[in-house]
């Protein structure tokens, strides 16, 4: 059983929103996962194989004990019916206990679809057909986090201090070099940690 597992649509999106949450559970003895649904080919920055050993890296940084990428297409991926059976037998192979994923009101197309995608395949995957072991599983909530807080004018319902683990954060956002995402995860941190009332927090929505 995974304790925590994120859903993600591309490397990069764990570690800038919320790597500091999963680095602070695996320090506390929580088992952690992530599913990403692309290889972030489209990003400019990189090529596909680049990406793939940096999200790989990144993985390592946080110790995860579930890591799978599938393989749908950057800047390509909808809320339908393959996008949901592709997530459900991973969602049966963990077990999570808490699903996190990203906010629907994000900017990025490819976030609102596996936003859906996630919500839907929690779901389904707890019915007993997708069973295979005839073990009922059912997730405790689904968690959200976002990776644009101007367009998206909502603050976050729960603040975690991340302050003890931020090395290990900014150590995962630096894995993803070809991106140069460091800067703006540390904004986000330093920001929502003004909101918190500490040096450094990451947010979650619960809805």
Known sequence: MIDLLAVCAHP??????????????????????????TRGESGGYARQDVREKEAEEAAKILELDYFVMLDFPDAGVYFEKSAVDALIPHLRNCSPRYVLTLLEEDYHPDHVAVSKITKAACFTAGLKKYSQDDMDWHYEAILYFGADNKRNKRRPDI?????????????????????????????????????????????????
Do not use: W
Request: hydrophobic letters at 40%; glycine letters at 8%.
């Open 159 to 207: 603040y975690v201090d991340i302050t003890d683990v931020i090395d290990i954060k900014k150590k995962s956002c630096e894995a993803h070099r070809s991106q140069k995402v460091l800067p703006y995860a540390m904004n986000l941190a330093e920001e929502y940690g003004r909101a918190a009332g500490v040096k450094y927090a990451e947010g979650l929505f619960l809805s």
């Open 12 to 37: 990069d999106d764990l570690e800038v929103c919320a790597s500091g949450i999963f680095a602070k559970a695996k320090k506390e003895g929580y088992k952690t996962g992530l599913v990403i649904f």
